[in-house]
């Protein structure tokens, strides 16, 4: 019977001869954490803009419909009230959803920012790695060549 040849000690000779640099996968690591952070970081600041204009916007509508809603003597009063509510709540609306939109301009445009530097960031961490580990690929060819 064939006895199969063991190629655990082949591959563990052939993986020790090819540096890994663990400083380039921290280096990505950290770089990736720190994206999450400050995106995080965008989307919290936009979600407490946009709670607090909701709680704004409600509180207005609030106090508007409290004027609503006491008597009036004419009945032509509660048409002009009625009236009066739908213009400012339009008003209101126009004014809120403006607000809405420059908090959504805000995070798209720190997000852009935020990826674009990070993308540059990237890359160049690639590039020294790269750089680092063909030095070493062919440090290594050159020392197996050596000793064959």
Known sequence: MAKTQDFT?????????FPVDTKAVEDAFKTHTSL???????AIDAAQKSTDLSAKWAQDTLNKLASISKAKTEPADYAKAATDFASATAEAASEHMAAFAEIAKKVQTETLELML???KTVSEDFSAAAK???ADVTAAAKKASAAA
């Open 36 to 42: 999450a952070e400050k995106l995080s970081g965008v």
């Open 132 to 134: 680092k580990a063909t």
């Open 117 to 119: 530097s990070t993308g």
């Open 9 to 17: 000690a082949v591959f563990k000779d052939m993986m020790g001869s």
